[in-house]
């Protein structure tokens, strides 16, 4: 079974993170797959969210993009 995470262990595990950057990140489409278990509650499998930290990753300060 997938672990779920909430939005408070989202903020302990991704530095300088807060409730309100992840919201931002629903709502523009830009962030990791979430599930939404009522209208106040959501949460995130750990192995997307580990996907879309990996897709995030960098080598050069060149490549052109900009994290979020």
Same mark, same amino acid.
């Given at each position: ?13 991704? #530095? ?5 950057? +992840?919201? *931002?990140? /629903? ?17 995130? #499998? ?5 996907? +879309?930290? *990996?897709? /995030? ?12």
């Amino acid at each position: 079974m997938v672990l779920l995470l909430l939005i408070a262990q989202l903020c302990e595990l991704v #530095p300088d993170t807060t409730p309100a950057y +992840w919201a *931002e990140l /629903r709502v523009k489409g830009t962030g990791p797959p979430y599930i939404k278990l009522s209208h106040k509650k959501v949460v995130y #499998p750990e192995d997307k969210l580990q996907e +879309w930290l *990996e897709s /995030r990753l960098h080598t050069s300060t060149r490549d052109g993009s900009d994290a979020a």
